[in-house]
């Protein structure tokens, strides 16, 4: 990407690296805010919309975020936001597969996903808020 | 052309249409018209929406001309102090019109006093923006000051604009605090839109729309976080963007993000026949949703625009000169 050309290709993969982020981490809070107990009358199963959005966000910013790293290996790979928005990456991925597990198998009215849920909720905000700031971090603490 | 032309085709905009949207909520009091209270809060919300090009673009006027000997520098910074102040008001009135507008669509009326609120915000910045409004037009309009009255000077340091700057450019927390707030309000108005509009081009067929258009407020809360946490950026740093041509790309993709935001807001197939027990539309299962063509058509104008917002945005360190 750095030997790249093009002037577009670096700031074309910040923007899809951009775009996938909004996806996951919008796409997850609506969730973790529902688990919570917002937008109640809406029945669980009507949030399995969810899973792809950010199975497809996950995706494309595994392979933007590589990219982005490869371009900045040597600096990144021993910066602590950067390590820390790592940690917060998997911990924050790792809590929508139990919530995954939970909503499919809710009933087709069921109401309330239980305190496990709740605890699982706000762990993913608080990791997914971190994980973005970590990342907003890296530009200026980093360079 | 170039912008200060622009901010002096636009300028009216604020000023005129306050005039008009409050008109509207005015006469619907005294006619005790619902509808035309409706009509003034969407009238208001588009002009709130207005407001920000004519903002944006009188700043970039001021860049333009700040050099010119004919011109008094303290005029054009009092006017766009005062400016800002009305900025506020006219922002602050627009996303109370718009939470009205909400809970009509959704409820059949507005919660009480949030008509009234918007009313008087309304007023409140017609007053600031037409104080704004007199003060610009001394910049330039030596005929007003017949009666030899200089435009009254200033003080440099007690600006509000002088102190946004002071911040954002000595502080050395606040612009990456501001940037991860904008960054998280992305993501909160991203994920909001794309399921909206996904749905209404035919995917997740099986969930109702309506429990997705109960989504919206939270990627307004999304878009106000933005909306303030931008604005720091550009009154901080207007340099960074009066003259970046992908920062007026991305207000132009906001001026129409943000009209079909109100569309998608005001939509009537979002939500079922007003249900009388409930004391409100039905939503979930019991309201069938069949989007038509034009409805497909600005799905698609949303996207493109909210895309086009954060590419532009994107773009601005790489096009532009901004960091």
Redesign the interface.
Known sequence: MRESPS?WA??TV??LH??G??????????LD?RLLGI?R??PLS?Y??VFP?VAIGLIVNLVTGVMLFIKNATTWGTALPFLVKMGLVVVSAATILPIRKLVLRSGADQRDAGGAARLLAIASILA??GA??A???L??LVV | MNLAHLHLIMNHVPTVGSVAALGLLLLGYARRNEHLKHVGLEVLFLIALLTLPVYVSGVAANHELRNRSDISIDAVRIHQDVALFGFSWMEFAGFIAWAALWQWRRRGRAAKGMVPAATLLLMMALVVMGRAANLGGEIHHPEILAGGTPAPAGDPNRFVTSAITQVAVYSHWAWPAAETIHFLGLSLSLGVLLAVNLRILGAMKQIPFADLHRLLPWGMLGFGANLITGMFFFVGQPAQYTSSAPFYWKIIFLVIAGANFLYLTVFGKAWGPFDEAQGRRSGGANAPFHPNVADKAMAILSLTAWLGVLYAGRMLPFLGRSF
């Open positions: 002037v670096f700031p910040l923007t951009t775009t982020m909004g996806m996951l981490v919008g796409a997850s809070w609506l805010l937008n009358n809406v009507g399995r919309w959005v997914w808020t973005v700031t990342g907003r971090l530009a200026y």
